[in-house]
């Protein structure tokens, strides 16, 4: 289990940017981050399926990542300073999923077993820790990154043809009104365009200028590549966009 870790050049985790962060294929990417909903959600299930094994090591922190070679879970308990990296060989068909529940699978009943052969759960857990790869935790990113992602402007932006860049503009009253001119030259019945894609126009430009007077963020933990647990919500979160700076 104790395979040596290596990174390639290709990203942070040794997988190419358009490779598909739930199982890996690369074919049909572009420039998506998961090859269906399908295959993002098949995994989130089966990483929460076993988030018993997690809560049996105490854990404050974890990320599931993988290379070509093979899965990475690394885990912070609470109250540690050492990271715990369970690394293990892919196989040569099955998805990273596959990979993962069967390490999970492994390190679950050897948790069990020597839980029912000393009767205590510390000891079960001791003896599962000591089968991954320990390392000082301040030389790994395990703790999350953080960023404010603005709500529900994505139709908008994208109808009046913004980039999330632009919510960051001094002068962005200014550039929606400019964006709208500029977009109602083209949707406006008018001149030729369509009453139901000007609507939608029209509706996204007040959302805009609203959402410009009163500014709402949402709180966004996790990594740009890796799976992240965080131990406080006993949850799974996927990878998420990490382009701003952590607040």
């Given at each position: 289990?104790?395979?040596?870790?290596?990174?390639?050049?290709?990203?942070?985790?040794?997988?190419?940017?358009n490779?598909?962060?739930?199982?890996?294929?690369?074919?049909?990417?572009?420039?998506?981050k998961y090859c269906s909903?399908?295959?993002?959600?098949?995994?989130?299930?089966?990483?929460?399926?076993?988030?018993?094994?997690?809560?049996?090591?105490?854990?404050?922190?974890?990320?599931?990542?993988?290379?070509?070679?093979?899965?990475?879970?690394?885990?912070?308990?609470?109250?540690?300073?050492?990271?715990?990296?369970?690394?293990?060989?892919?196989?040569?068909?099955?998805?990273?999923?596959?990979?993962f529940c069967t390490l999970s699978n492994i390190l679950g009943n050897a948790w069990?077993?020597?839980?029912n052969r000393t009767n205590k759960r510390y000891l079960a857990t001791r003896f599962i820790l000591e089968k991954a790869q320990a390392k000082n935790a301040d030389s790994?990113?395990?703790?999350?990154?953080e960023v404010k992602e603005p709500v529900k402007l994505k139709k908008?932006?994208?109808?009046?043809?913004?980039?999330?860049?632009?919510?960051?503009?001094?002068?962005?009253?200014?550039?929606?009104?400019?964006a709208y001119r500029k977009q109602a030259k083209r949707h406006h019945p008018d001149l030729g365009g369509d009453a139901a894609g000007f609507r939608k126009l029209h509706d996204a430009y007040e959302q805009m200028l609203r959402w410009s007077e009163n500014p709402v963020f949402i709180r966004r933990r996790g990594f740009?590549?890796?799976?992240?647990?965080?131990?406080?919500t006993v949850r799974w979160v996927q990878p998420a966009p990490m382009s701003k700076k952590s607040s």
């Open positions: 289990m104790k395979t040596k870790h290596t990174h390639s050049n290709a990203s942070a985790d040794g997988i190419p940017r490779r598909c962060l739930s199982c890996g294929t690369s074919e049909n990417m572009r420039r998506r909903i399908e295959c993002r959600q098949q995994l989130r299930y089966h990483l929460t399926l076993r988030t018993g094994l997690l809560r049996a090591l105490n854990t404050r922190y974890a990320t599931f990542y993988f290379t070509q070679a093979v899965i990475i879970l690394d885990v912070l308990p609470y109250g540690s300073a050492e990271l715990f990296s369970y690394i293990f060989p892919r196989s040569d068909s099955g998805k990273p999923v596959d990979d069990w077993a020597e839980r790994v990113p395990i703790k999350p990154m908008s932006l994208m109808f009046l043809k913004l980039k999330k860049s632009d919510l960051n503009s001094p002068g962005l009253e200014r550039k929606i009104k400019s740009p590549d890796k799976w992240f647990y965080d131990g406080s």
